[in-house]
C-alpha cells in the first residue's frame, strides 16, 4: 500500500501493521526518530540512505512502538 496523507497517525500504522500490510509513506520533516540500524544501500538505484528506525516522541512511541524502515532515494532533476 502506498499513500501520501500529508500527516503521520501512528495509531492507524500500528493497524496496517497488525494486519500484515506493508505500507510506504513520507516521513514528516520534523518527525522525531533514533537509527536503530543502518543498512548499506545497493549501488546505482538512487538510494542515499536505508536505516531502521524508532520513533522517539513519548506519544508517537507510544501509538506506534515498532521499527520502521527509513529510505532516502536521490531522484532525478528536471530540466
Avoid at 35 to 64: A, K, L, M, N, S
Amino acid at each position: 500500500m502506498v499513500f501520501d496523507k500529508g500527516y503521520t497517525d501512528c495509531a492507524w500504522f500500528a493497524d496496517l501493521t497488525s494486519a500484515g500490510i506493508f505500507f510506504v509513506t513520507r516521513l514528516k520533516r520534523n518527525a522525531d526518530y533514533t537509527v536503530v540500524e543502518r543498512q548499506t544501500p545497493p549501488q546505482g538505484r538512487g538510494i542515499v540512505c536505508d536505516q531502521i528506525i524508532r520513533f522517539r516522541g513519548q506519544v508517537t512511541r507510544w501509538r506506534y512502538s515498532g521499527r520502521l524502515r527509513r529510505v532516502v532515494v536521490q531522484t532525478p532533476k528536471g530540466p
